[in-house]
């Protein structure tokens, strides 16, 4: 083994011991596995690169820091986020990347073209800390849909819209700081919607235990009070009770398998937000949907953060379903035209955007933050718009 590889091995296995010893073995299994493989890779890199090798070992050894340091997560400084975190994410999800080029390389495939794993790592840490602005229009007066199948935005219309802003998957953390979150926030006001739902999963772990930091992020919301509702994700259930302080900070009505009625100048809406279950979900959407059944005369939007849980929601039950958990698909192909990702092409659940089941709508928030892979490949995060029409229709065909 070479001195570079022999660098790794140790630095892994300092990693492994600290995360084993400070945050616990699930932690320390999933350093052990990612490490190993970056190191597998890195090391098979690493003599092919000349007078780059420097930087190559620097970036490599911020991977190293950063999963070290995250055995004593906590939000950290603009600083260290720009010589740590980024470089360092930016460096595993090109070298993740970098591994189909370097099983072609023992086939006699040219070095050289290792640039283009890393180009594209470095187009996805730009779309990783960037939101692209949308409007987007969701019709609910269109025609039934046979199965769930992903279905066409709708036309700009004339009618009045109920508007929406949907937050979700911020993930506080390296790519999203409390400025950037909280300018998420503001540009959300600053829209004026008739409501603001956030659909989960607002911590990572840097910020399990920063309630003050989410609640200041979030804190513009709370000009909307009234107005703002959200539900939470799976990651939430890691640190629910700085999730609840910070949404209370902010004035954001938090639903937990509750609901709520709102009129609006679109007409009357009523909100169920559901709480994320792993398991038995058919059974806990059920139970929820019975005990908040329809309101006459309302649209019924559903908060539910996992699209893949759509399927057990009972035809006819929601009007518009608003989802996250996915972030888009977070690796895909977005970004040149085209819909499939990495999620719709192992996982059989709605990905990213418009969906339709009979006369029911899901929409599927691309996220705002990232977690997990290191980085979005091709799959720009979103700050959306929606423009929902055909409210009033699909209220009376609720009564009828």
Same mark, same amino acid.
């Given at each position: 083994?070479?001195?570079f590889? +022999? /660098?790794s091995? !140790? %630095?892994? $296995?300092?990693?492994? *011991? ?8 699930? =932690? @320390? ?5 990612? +490490? /190993?493989?970056? !190191? %597998?890779? $890195?090391?098979?890199? *690493? ?8 930087? =190559? @070992? ?10 070290? %340091?995250? $055995? ?36 006699g ?75 998420i ?35 513009p ?23 609840r ?22 007409g ?60 888009g ?17 192992v ?49 009376r065909?609720?009564?009828?």
């Amino acid at each position: 083994m070479s001195a570079f590889g +022999l /660098a790794s091995l !140790g %630095a892994a $296995a300092v990693v492994v *011991a600290a995360a084993a010893l400070v945050r616990g073995r699930f =932690f @320390a299994i999933f350093s052990f596995v990612w +490490l /190993a493989m970056h !190191g %597998a890779v $890195a090391s098979a890199i *690493a003599p092919h690169l000349g007078a780059l090798f420097p930087v =190559f @070992a620097y970036l490599h050894a911020t991977v190293y820091v950063h999963f070290l %340091a995250l $055995a004593w997560a906590r939000m950290r400084p603009v600083g260290y986020r720009l010589v740590v975190s980024l470089p360092a994410m930016f460096f595993a999800g090109g070298t993740m990347l970098s591994l189909p080029w370097v099983v072609a390389m023992a086939w006699g495939a040219p070095a050289s073209g290792l640039i283009v794993p890393y180009a594209i790592a470095a187009l996805g840490l730009a779309q990783s800390v960037r939101t692209r602005e949308e409007d987007v229009d969701v019709e609910l007066d269109g025609e039934a849909i046979e199965g769930l199948r992903r279905h066409a935005r709708g036309e700009p219309r004339d009618d009045r819209p109920l508007r929406l802003v949907q937050i979700t998957d911020p993930h506080l953390g390296p790519f999203m700081s409390v400025r950037r979150l909280r300018g998420i926030c503001e540009r959300a006001v600053a829209r004026d919607p008739d409501l603001v739902l956030l659909t989960g999963d607002f911590v990572t772990m840097e910020s399990h235990h920063g309630a003050a930091e989410l609640a200041e992020a979030l804190a513009p919301l709370g000009a909307l009070a009234g107005r703002t509702f959200a539900c939470l994700g799976n990651h939430d259930h890691e640190a629910p009770e700085t999730v609840r302080h910070a949404l209370a900070t902010a004035r954001v009505r938090l639903l937990i398998d509750d609901e709520a009625r709102v009129e609006t100048a679109a007409g009357a809406v009523q909100i169920v937000g559901l709480d994320y279950r792993r398991r038995g979900r058919a059974e806990h959407i059920a139970e929820v949907t019975a005990r908040h059944p329809r309101v006459a005369g309302a649209l019924r939007l559903v908060l539910l953060h996992d699209p893949g849980a759509f399927r057990h929601l009972p035809e006819g039950d929601a009007d518009l379903v608003l989802s996250g958990h996915t972030h888009g698909g977070q690796l895909g192909l977005l970004s040149v035209g085209s819909p499939h990702t990495i999620v719709s092409a192992v996982a059989k659940m709605p990905d990213h955007g418009l969906w339709a089941r009979g006369r029911d709508r899901l929409y599927v928030h691309r996220g705002t933050g990232v977690y997990g892979f290191p980085i979005r490949v091709g799959v720009p995060a979103e700050e959306s718009l929606l423009r929902v029409h055909g409210v009033g229709a699909a209220a009376r065909r609720a009564m009828g």
